[in-house]
Every structure is written in structure tokens, then in C-alpha cells.
């Protein structure tokens, strides 16, 4: 049984909807049901941390005790405007 969902967008996400539309050569309710099935399959596979966990240590930033002193250097960059 299908069900309709009425919802108001924002100008500028309602441009952007009609750009994939024709994009994808697609009505804009096709794109509004692709786009949905995909954030909510995505949603439920796993916790966003899981996604980007093989990433977590594996950048080198060459400064040895970071992890340790990180608001140190947080604070120190934030006064030399960086």
C-alpha cells in the first residue's frame, strides 16, 4: 500500500531537488524517494563512528604528544589566528 507524505522545503533545497531531478532525468518525487531509502539504509547499517573507525590514528601529524597536550595547542593556534 503506498502512502503519501506531504513536507515543505526551503528555496534553496527545493532548486537543488529540481537539479538532480533533471539530472537524473527523474520526477522530483523519485529523487525525494531514492534519496530517502538511502539516508535511512545508511542510518540503520551502522553508527557513523564505525564508518570512519580504520581512520582514527592513522593520520601522522608529526607532533609527538598531541594526544596528551591537544588543548595546549588548540589554544596556541587559536592566538596566532590559525
Known amino acids: 500500500m503506498s ?7 526551503p528555496d534553496d ?3 537543488l ?3 538532480a531531478a533533471v539530472r ?13 531509502e538511502r539516508f535511512l539504509h545508511v542510518a540503520k ?9 580504520s581512520l582514527l590514528g592513522s593520520l601522522e601529524t608529526g607532533v609527538a604528544d598531541l594526544a596528551e597536550k ?4 588548540v589554544l596556541e593556534n587559536l592566538r ?3
Not at 502512502?3 to 522545503?9: A, D, G, S, V, Y
Not at 527523474?26 to 531514492?34: H, I, Y
Request: hydrophobic share 35%; proline share 2%; glycine share 4%.
Open 70 to 73: 591537544h588543548r595546549e595547542y
Open 45 to 53: 547499517a551502522e553508527p557513523a563512528g564505525r564508518r570512519v573507525e
Open 17 to 19: 531537488l529540481d537539479e
Open 24 to 36: 537524473l532525468r527523474r520526477k522530483r518525487s523519485e529523487v525525494v524517494r531514492m534519496a530517502l
Open 3 to 9: 502512502e503519501q507524505l506531504t513536507i515543505r522545503l
Open 80 to 82: 596566532r589566528g590559525r
Open 13 to 15: 533545497l527545493s532548486r
